[in-house]
């Protein structure tokens, strides 16, 4: 594996083996039924053969002029995801690599729709907690926000975050001029699994007039019990969200859902084209991924799922 691409090939058995040894059996063996140690996993055998037959038929799933039918698929999917959300009929997204790249999505969409610039990054503050995952804050700084102040929100015997020290810090902020913007709540950390008040949380951000992204990467597909619907009250109250088919689950890598209530926002924040895009005619109520996310080469991900 340390050999530069030779001039002459192997053997496919050979080839085979190769793969086996070197690739396959090291490192974790996250399709097996017994991969429970850690969150990220799956090896659901469906799953993989529509993957298979994704790669196969190579089909386009960034612009439906192009590629309808994944296009409707992963539309279908992401409306399916907005209604177990609890989102209207208003809402979109799309299915991105995994939960980072879904979460720079809702990140550049919260800084566009709260119309922040250069001049203001440094006075707009960032609420989370110390049990949110670091991609949030990778998404910022990604997004040219690392100027941005982060406040991490004192959290409860049960590290959910406290909404009464979320006010405080809010309040504090105003009185030093700064400009409260984003509030990062979690359906499901990492660390300890907890879910913040979800309910609170989204009454504290619509005063406050802050963006309220939900990350709910692992736990967002417990919405499908009765238990987790009951725990992630107040994720339909949300402005973004986003959930990791690939964690609970279970697909293969990866994928990574963000839906946005309003997919106006997410389109305004996203959307470019060119002169080599003229062909590519726009269907009334056809919403083509490539216009909601950074992706223009887009793998059909959506028949994995």
């Known amino acids: 594996m340390a050999a530069p691409i030779a001039e002459r090939g192997i053997p496919l058995a050979a080839a085979i083996e190769l793969l086996e040894r070197d690739v396959v059996r090291p490192g974790g063996t996250t399709a097996s ?15 993989a053969l529509g993957d298979y037959l994704a790669a196969v038929s190579n089909k386009y799933a960034g612009i439906f002029f192009t ?27 799309h299915i991105a690599s995994g939960g980072s790249i879904a979460t720079l999505a ?43 102040q982060v406040r991490r929100v004192p959290t409860d015997e049960r590290f959910r975050m406290r909404p009464e020290g979320l006010e405080q810090a809010i309040a504090t902020d105003r009185e030093h001029g700064l400009r409260p913007w984003l509030i990062a709540a979690a359906a499901g950390t990492t660390d300890t699994g907890a879910v913040d008040p979800l309910d609170a949380i989204a009454t504290i ?26 725990m992630l009250g107040g994720i339909e109250h949300s402005d973004s969200v986003v959930l990791d088919p690939h964690k609970s689950l279970f697909l293969p890598y990866g994928a990574g859902i963000v839906v946005v209530r309003d997919v106006g926002r997410l389109a305004a924040a996203h ?20 216009d909601l996310s950074p992706e223009l080469s887009k793998h059909f991900r959506a028949l994995r799922m």
């Open 33 to 47: 039924g017994a991969h429970l140690a850690y969150i990220p996993g799956g090896g659901i055998y469906h799953s």
């Open 67 to 93: 590629g309808p039918g994944p296009v409707r698929m992963e539309n279908m999917l992401v409306r399916w995801v907005a209604d177990l959300v609890g989102y209207p009929a208003s809402a979109g997204g």
């Open 106 to 148: 809702a990140i550049v969409t919260a800084r566009d729709a709260h119309g922040l610039k250069g001049g203001d990054y440094a006075s707009a503050v960032v609420y989370l907690t110390s049990q949110a995952h670091h991609c949030i804050e990778k998404a910022l700084r990604i997004a040219g926000l690392a100027e941005a």
């Open 205 to 230: 951000a619509e005063r406050e007039r802050c963006w309220f992204h939900v990350d709910a990467a692992y736990g967002g597909f417990f919405l499908l019990t009765e238990h987790g619907r009951g």
């Open 271 to 290: 959307d470019y084209s060119g002169s080599y895009m003229q062909d590519a005619v726009r269907e009334p109520g056809e919403i083509s991924p490539a």
